[in-house]
T-cell receptor, first 114, second 111 residues
Framework: DAMVIQNPRYQVTQFGKPVTLSCSQT?????MYWYQQKSSQAPKLLFH???????NEADTPDNFQSRRPNTSFCFLDIRSPGLGDAAMYLC?????????????FGPGTRLLVL | QKEVEQDPGPLSVPEGAIVSLNCTYS??????FMWYRQYSRKGPELLMY????GNKEDGRFTAQVDKSSKYISLFIRDSQPSDSATYLC???????????FGGGTRLMVKP
């Protein structure tokens, strides 16, 4: 089945220790998104890629970076995780960014910062 | 003030009840409205997608949009324990598909 896959599902890191979360998709979609969702809050868009074009949200902290080496994979790098970065990180994809393009979400990676 | 407001719940109902979930929003530029269901520790799954005002029905689910009141609803008929999840409303502008989410309402359907 075509899908959005996130690994690992749970990630534990130490305060200040860099961590990378990964997302892959078999949908062959052009757009990939990273969201941060804290407990009982709305998902917050961090950035998205349209093909190789990177689009950063204005309020995304510099501590968060992303890489998309090819169509199928996208990575979220947190350079120096703080306690406030503990959250669920959701990857999503869509064919394009036109107004009727639905976003399809992966299962998420829950990050714990000790 | 948040752009999209949603009562966090939890909302607890008995099996078979009709459930009403709602969101209000402040920006009249939103044109597309979605409801996502999110099970615990899972990603959001698209349930319903509507454009502008009106109703849309899909099985036990009905989405309703009232743009004049900036108010959207999701109705679930004959609710089942498997409907227990967090329901997120989301909306986007006419120009693209960037989503603004509500904070989600947690629903519990008791057998």
């Amino acid at each position: 089945d075509a899908m959005v896959i996130q690994n690992p599902r749970y990630q534990v890191t130490q305060f200040g220790k860099p961590v990378t979360l990964s997302c892959s998709q078999t949908l062959n979609h052009n757009v990939m998104y990273w969201y941060q969702q804290k407990s009982s809050q709305a998902p917050k868009l961090l950035f998205h890629y349209y093909d190789k074009d990177f689009n950063n949200e204005a309020d995304t902290p510099d501590n968060f970076q992303s890489r998309r080496p090819n169509t199928s994979f996208c990575f979220l790098d947190i350079r120096s995780p703080g306690l406030g970065d503990a959250a669920m990180y959701l990857c999503a994809t869509s064919v394009g960014t036109g107004r009727q393009e639905t976003q399809y979400f992966g299962p998420g990676t829950r990050l714990l910062v000790l | 003030q948040k752009e999209v407001e949603q009562d966090p719940g939890p909302l607890s109902v008995p099996e078979g009840a009709i459930v009403s979930l709602n969101c209000t929003y402040s920006n009249s530029a939103f044109q597309y409205f979605m409801w996502y269901r999110q099970y615990s520790r899972k990603g959001p799954e698209l349930l319903m997608y509507t454009y502008s005002s009106g109703n849309k029905e899909d099985g036990r689910f009905t989405a309703q949009v009232d743009k004049s009141s900036k108010y959207i609803s999701l109705f679930i008929r004959d609710s089942q324990p498997s409907d227990s999840a967090t329901y997120l409303c989301a909306m986007s502008y006419h120009a693209g598909n960037m989503l603004t989410f509500g904070g989600g309402t947690r629903l519990m359907v008791k057998p």
